[in-house]
């Protein structure tokens, strides 16, 4: 009989190590009076500054914005957001302004909040903005991830509208665009990282990636065996993933090709619990976050673009079960502890909000750079008008290296990208040579110019040339994997557009000590 050989594959992976890290009790917000509505949202904002959470109230709707360091027990009388006149669904903070949330209501509208940089003394009960448009409550709002004032709404009208809040109007009764596509309520919507598409889940049971612009439904799918209730789209992997429940009433996960939502490319059944599953995905480490809703389990996985796609890595665990969940952006995560996410778990029973951190296990205490890839800043990208005329653009990206600048991402006009990079390379040429006919007209003012420049550039102060916007180039580690080569490339092709730009920079100052230099030398003739 031959023998057998067996051959186990390894995977290797960065996460494979990641465990979670319950705050201590004095790390924690105690006696919050956390809402007991049953709708299945995340009922918890948090940026670097403040968290957000929907509380309960008597006679109408409201929710706590509490500092983000003021921990530990909570005054019972502490000031409120109250002017909702109907129970509070949804709020989210704006991503580009920490002192600006969203909130909506069972009364139909949404309201638009300006947060005082002090501590609250009394409630907040006027808003900045009112949004009138929805006939029925507003169960879902969604701030766009690029455009600055673009805002989405869903209620149970089955009507998503686009809000420009630009406006100088504080009520506004006209959106941009109704979205008019679903015959069911919509129970989540996620974009995609540069905002141009939009995924959505009905109750309708199907899935729908969705044009916002053009109103236009691009693909739409359900599949007989998953009933959905989430859905996210997976950053720029040309993927969705999706939670809900199988015919046999088990929690389910599906991943999904959002350019053939027909049959999924992954489907898994999780356990038989009746609790909802929150999808969170970062799209920096390609890692998946699972939060059960009504237990205290968080699984997470790492995605892959070749199969088998979905990578389990581990399960945080814990006895104490979560209503609601909020989630921390990066620029305000723990570098120092290489601390990747930051959950903030909803605990009503014990009137309790517990931050859960996500640590990669290293010994050194420097920077890690490998895991903290550059991502999304407090900037937006675009204007709402810019968004609204059709253009499209990234995120502008930032390291979280300390004292590093954000990147400023270039504008892609659907189907003209080329003609965008053509552009760009003409001004650069159509600048040289602007440049060139300065240099014959006036060779010495110039010479003068550059030896200025030689002499400023060779100063201790401008040695750190080999840093890429906070990314060591020369100290970073060879790249192991595809994703990771992808990741080194990108952020050479930003280096090299960052030093055309200062090229093009450099020459039109050598231009204005030129013009100068001219003008001295009038001067003084005169």
Not at 414 to 423: H, I, M, S, V
Not at 428 to 439: K, L, N, P
Not at 446 to 452: A, D, Q, T, Y
Request: hydrophobic letters at 35%; charged letters at 25%.
């Amino acid at each position: 009989m031959p023998a057998m050989s067996w051959h186990p594959q390894y995977r290797s992976s960065k996460f494979r190590h990641v465990y979670g890290k319950a705050a201590s009790k004095d790390k924690c917000y105690d006696c919050v009076p956390i809402t007991h509505n049953i709708n299945d949202n995340h009922f918890c904002a948090v940026n670097p500054s403040f968290i957000a959470v929907v509380t309960e109230c008597v006679g109408g709707g409201a929710f706590l914005v509490i500092p983000i360091k003021q921990t530990g027990k909570l005054d019972p009388h502490y000031p409120k957001v109250c002017g909702h006149k109907g129970n509070v669904l949804d709020i989210k903070w704006n991503p580009f302004n920490d002192f600006v949330i969203a909130s909506c209501s069972e009364d139909a509208t949404v309201k638009i909040w300006d947060i005082p940089n002090q501590l609250l003394k009394r409630n907040i009960t006027t808003p900045k903005k009112e949004l009138l448009g929805h006939a029925r409550r507003v169960g879902l709002i969604e701030w766009h991830p690029t455009a600055d004032n673009i805002l989405f709404s869903s209620g149970y009208d089955y009507k998503i509208m686009i809000w420009n809040l630009g406006v100088v109007d504080a009520v506004i009764s006209n959106p941009v665009k109704i979205l008019d596509a679903h015959k069911d309520v919509v129970l989540s919507m996620s974009f995609n990282t540069d905002g141009s598409l939009l995924a959505t889940a009905c109750r309708d049971r199907k899935i729908r990636v969705i044009d916002p612009r053009a109103g236009t439904v691009l693909q739409e799918g359900s599949y007989k065996s998953h009933r959905v209730n989430k859905v996210s789209f997976l950053g720029n992997m040309k993927m969705l993933f999706s939670t809900g429940t199988s015919r046999w009433n088990n929690r389910q996960i599906a991943l999904w090709d959002q350019n053939d939502l027909s049959v999924p490319l992954l489907e898994e059944d999780l356990d038989g619990s009746s609790g909802l599953l929150f999808p969170v995905y970062d799209s920096d480490t390609h890692m998946l976050y699972v939060v059960g809703k009504g237990d205290g389990n968080i699984r997470y996985y790492e995605i892959s673009p070749e199969k088998p796609y979905l990578n389990y890595l581990m399960e945080y665990h814990s006895h104490l079960p979560q209503k609601g969940i909020g989630m921390m952006p990066k620029r305000g995560l723990d570098v120092a502890a290489c601390e990747i996410f930051r959950f903030y778990k909803l605990i009503p029973t014990k009137s309790l909000i517990e931050p859960i951190s996500m640590i990669v296990p290293r010994r050194s205490e420097s920077y890690q750079a490998d895991i903290y890839p550059l991502t999304a800043a407090a900037q937006p990208a675009l204007t709402a008008e810019e968004w609204l005329a059709g253009i499209n653009k990234g995120p502008l990206l930032v390291s979280l290296r300390p004292g590093s600048e954000a990147v400023k991402s270039l504008p892609q006009f659907p189907d003209q990208e080329p003609l965008t990079e053509a552009t760009d390379l003409s001004q650069q040429q159509e600048a040289q040579g602007r440049i060139s006919v300065e240099d014959k007209q006036k060779p010495r003012e110039i010479e003068h110019g550059r030896k200025r420049l030689k002499v400023e550039e060779s100063l201790p102060e401008n040695q750190q040339t080999c840093l890429s916007n906070g990314f060591d180039i020369f100290q970073c580690p060879p790249p192991k994997t595809e994703s990771e080569l992808l990741q080194m490339y990108y952020r050479q092709q930003e280096e090299i557009r960052r030093l055309r730009e200062l090229v093009i920079q450099r020459d039109i100052q050598i231009k204005q000590l030129s013009l100068e230099l001219r003008n001295l030398c009038t001067d003084t003739d005169d």
